[in-house]
């Protein structure tokens, strides 16, 4: 099984609110991944965990906040977005963060911010 | 930092016919490369991949080959079908970070 479910699916938020991306897999991967993805172009790193601990974050800014609260489940936090980030999320994870693990993505979560 | 080129950025094919796509990566220490297939409004899926210590690899009619004195990677796709219409990134990948560097992606769209 190479699960990864996100929720939800689909977001639309005004650029004052607060929400809230979920990711979660139960496959005993220990590094997980946020990247974004506009359309047309490739997706772009955002945040790697690593054992439940902060990796790398590719400079995004602070109005996304990323949490990882257990080894199975991955948060994005979002606040005072721009129409810009509309974008599509997208969430993975690894058996280990190293190049011999192949990255599993979900189905990913449709932003609109308006 | 490494770069991943990958061509071309769109292609169309008759159906039965193959169809190849490359690419190119400038980190001579990145050892891992994936492919992935992307369906409109859908996740990346991998498809196929390859690690250094290989030079080719097969998966039915799909193949991957890598050189890597020449830092090249190509998606080999043989009996084309209009299922695989979609676009397909190019990855590379290296050590302990893990960091999926993408190529821009090749539309391939296999007419019936």
């Known amino acids: 099984d190479t699960e990864v479910t996100q929720t939800p699916k689909h977001l639309v938020m005004g650029m004052t609110n607060k929400k809230s991306l979920k990711c979660e897999q139960h496959?005993?991967?220990?590094?997980m991944y946020w990247y974004k993805q506009k359309a047309k172009k490739p997706p772009e790193l955002m945040f790697v965990y690593s054992y439940e601990k902060l990796s790398i974050n590719e400079s995004v800014p602070s109005r996304f906040s990323p949490e990882c609260p257990n080894s199975s489940l991955l948060n994005l936090h979002l606040h005072a977005l721009q129409p810009e980030d509309s974008a599509l999320y997208l969430c993975?994870?690894?058996?280990?963060?190293?190049?011999?693990?192949?990255?599993?993505f979900g189905e990913g979560s449709w932003l609109t911010v308006v | 930092g490494e770069n991943v080129e990958q061509h071309p950025s769109t292609l169309s094919v008759q159906e039965g016919d193959s169809a190849v796509i490359k690419c190119t990566y400038s980190?001579?220490?990145?050892?891992?490369f994936p492919w992935y297939k992307q369906e409109l409004g859908k996740r990346p899926q991998l498809i196929i991949d390859?690690?250094?210590?290989?030079g080719e690899k097969k998966d039915q009619r799909i193949a991957v080959t890598l050189n890597k004195t020449a830092k090249h990677f190509s998606l080999h796709i043989t009996e084309t079908q209009p299922e695989d219409s979609a676009v397909y990134f190019c990855?590379?990948?290296?050590?302990?970070?893990?960091?999926?560097?993408f190529g821009k992606g090749t539309k391939l769209s296999v007419k019936p």
């Open positions: 990855a590379s990948k290296q050590g302990s970070q893990g960091n999926l560097i």
């Open positions: 496959m005993g991967h220990r590094a």
């Open positions: 980190d001579s220490a990145s050892n891992y």
């Open positions: 390859i690690r250094s210590n290989v």
């Open positions: 993975a994870s690894s058996q280990g963060q190293g190049a011999q693990n192949t990255i599993y």
